[in-house]
């Protein structure tokens, strides 16, 4: 499978469908994604976003208007990079270090092509340790993933993904990392 | 306050050997000038004994007019650990009532707000109505003639409002709510002004606990000092012009005790009266909102949005559970002796434009939440206060930093901690 180098093509730019994204393929970029968000390898997680690509964690689970909304996460490019330039500053004290996370993705099911992109949805267990205490998050994923033309090397990029917690409405806890 | 607290029991200090109850507690002595003493943060029973002496002792903020904006709309709060209902009648009043039915003591609403003529207990059916009246028991043939459903309403708190804030009291004999806020009204009413003329609505919130005290976080609404230590990391994200608003130590701000442990820290004197320097040039980081809003409002109108936009640039700490801090709610619910949970609540501008609307809950994400760029390194902050009160039990937790027109000064504390003192010791 093709990794992105660098930030991928707008999913508006691409006009004709691609080659459709398999489950396989899908599968194996989602799984890196979260390795490299386990291991904090943040620069090459920023790298697989397109220029346009949208990642929120809502607070309410139903809908999708979340930008009329208050998110715990609404993030464009600026933020993301901003997200993550924070995360590796050394300045933060609950990033530096952050809980350890081990998370786990499965029950991919693919819905469907949009906007030139392949919805998914998945299941996401994550456990953290910090300080004697060991936590568990769960959640829903749901994914939109575009691949680039054949000319920009056919890679896979993310689009857009949407992390709704199991208990995203009750109380949570500061977090140091990325869901 | 000789009274007991209504719809409270004393808290029996009797052990469960049998052996005599504990001797009273010199609480005052825990507490000095400019000092309290690590046991406020650690002990148990310090933590029973203020449930009893504060929170069912005063006036605690419970909602906001505006998320129960008509009649059949409800929320579910706590009044210190107890968990309430917020309801607007059919007549527009508001009503605190206890979420406990008077059978058996199943709670009656488990929904965190909505709208509803009825509350239900689950169990064996009782219903109420939105002012608290028992209205119907299943098979009622089964009770003897002397039930009379007029005895058994739910639990029904005092309730007082000021500037859209609604808060209940256990108390029926305390002093109103306007007098309780007293010099703090003024604050109140300066940090409504951020609705721009549209009224401020809650628009969501972010909801987190840590590992810690309540008062850690009472403290953290009236200090200055800690920000730009702990919160560097937001400071480097911003653009250079809103790091200059953001210097919080270095622009001439001040506390005030305003009495009954409330206080107000001015962090940005800009930013205290957001009707006046409307003249002012539009921040470069608001300028691409203003040219939006400028399609469709007057001018003096699109500089008064985009100036409340921005928020205020104080906190108005309430004791001892609500704060208007800057841009948004910041409530606070005791859980146990060693942990709390905090509300932000987000503000908008009730049916102001949706682009201002939209601005206001990106700012509050940027700063605020589990994933915010400021609220887990406070969390952190917190939880290691926590941590480090377990050494050094004999020790004390110092507030005596600043002179009292210095925006560092623990002054805030200090009013907070004296009325504590009364407060456990009345």
């Known amino acids: 499978m093709n990794v992105p180098q660098g930030t991928a093509a707008s999913a508006a730019a691409d006009t004709k469908p691609a080659q459709p994204i398999t489950l396989q393929e899908a599968a194996e970029f989602i799984w890196l994604e979260a390795d490299l968000l386990d291991t904090q390898d943040y620069t090459a997680w920023l790298a697989l976003w397109t220029a346009a690509g949208r990642y929120v964690i809502p607070i309410e689970r139903s809908g999708d208007d979340h930008a009329d909304r208050l998110n715990v996460v609404y993030d464009d490019r600026l933020m993301r990079e901003a997200r993550v330039q924070r995360l590796r500053s050394g300045l933060s004290i609950s990033a530096s270090p952050s809980a350890r996370t081990v998370r786990t993705i499965s029950r991919f099911r693919v819905l469907g092509e949009q906007a030139g992109g392949t919805r998914l949805r998945c299941a996401q267990h994550l456990v953290e340790y910090k300080y004697d205490r060991t936590r568990t998050l769960a959640a829903d994923v749901s994914y939109r993933l575009v691949r680039a033309d054949a000319a920009a090397g056919g890679c896979i990029a993310l689009d857009e993904k949407v992390v709704r917690l199991i208990n995203s409405d009750d109380a949570l806890f500061g977090m140091g990392y990325l869901l | ?426």
């Open chain 2, 1 to 426: 306050m000789s009274l007991q607290p209504m719809s409270q029991h004393p808290i029996s200090r009797e052990s469960g050997d049998g052996s005599p109850p504990a001797l009273p507690r010199d609480y005052a002595a825990l507490v000095r000038d400019d000092r309290v003493h690590t046991s406020l943060y650690v002990d148990p029973s310090i933590f029973e004994a203020e449930m009893d002496k504060i929170f069912a002792n005063t006036w605690v903020w419970v909602a906001h007019a505006s998320e129960i904006p008509q009649p059949g709309n409800f929320k579910t709060a706590h009044v210190g650990r107890q968990p309430v209902i917020v309801t607007r009648a059919a007549d527009g009043r508001v009503h605190v009532l206890l979420n406990r039915c008077r059978h058996r003591a199943g709670s009656v609403c488990e929904q965190r707000q909505g709208k509803t003529s009825v509350f239900v207990c689950p169990y064996h059916g009782w219903s109420y109505d939105l002012t608290g009246r028992l209205r119907g028991v299943p098979h009622a043939g089964g009770y003897d003639a002397s039930f009379d459903k007029g005895d058994f309403p739910l639990v029904s708190l005092r309730v007082e409002e000021y500037a859209g804030l609604i808060f209940a009291s256990s108390r029926p004999d305390i002093q109103t709510l306007d007098a309780y806020l007293g010099r703090a009204k003024k604050w109140l009413d300066l940090f409504m002004k951020q609705g721009a003329g549209y009224g401020i609505k809650a628009a969501g919130a972010h909801r987190f606990r840590f590992r810690g005290n309540w008062k850690i976080q009472l403290e953290n609404t009236t200090d200055a000092y800690h920000f730009p230590i702990v919160h560097r990391s937001f400071l480097t994200s911003l653009d250079d012009e809103t790091e200059k608003v953001f210097d919080v130590l270095g622009q001439g701000g001040f506390v005030e005790d305003l009495g009954n442990g409330h206080s107000v820290m001015v962090m940005i004197p800009d930013r205290v009266d957001l009707e006046q320097n409307l003249d002012a040039p539009i921040p470069e980081r608001f300028q691409a909102l203003a040219d939006e809003l400028a399609r469709e409002y007057p001018p003096e109108q699109v500089r008064r949005i985009v100036r409340a936009v921005g928020g205020s640039g104080f906190n108005v700490n309430i004791f001892p559970n609500i704060a208007c801090s800057m841009a948004f709610f910041r409530v606070l619910r005791p859980v146990a002796v060693d942990e709390t949970e905090i509300i932000h609540m987000a503000l908008t501008m009730d049916g102001g434009p949706a682009a201002a609307n939209r601005a206001r809950l990106r700012l509050h994400e940027h700063f605020q939440g589990p994933m915010g760029f400021g609220t887990p390194d406070d969390a952190e902050g917190w939880e290691r206060v926590q941590r480090g009160a377990a050494a050094g039990a004999d020790l004390w937790v110092m507030l005596n930093r600043g002179k009292e027109r210095d925006v560092s000064a623990e002054t805030g504390m200090r009013g907070a901690y004296q009325m504590w003192r009364r407060m456990m010791s009345a």
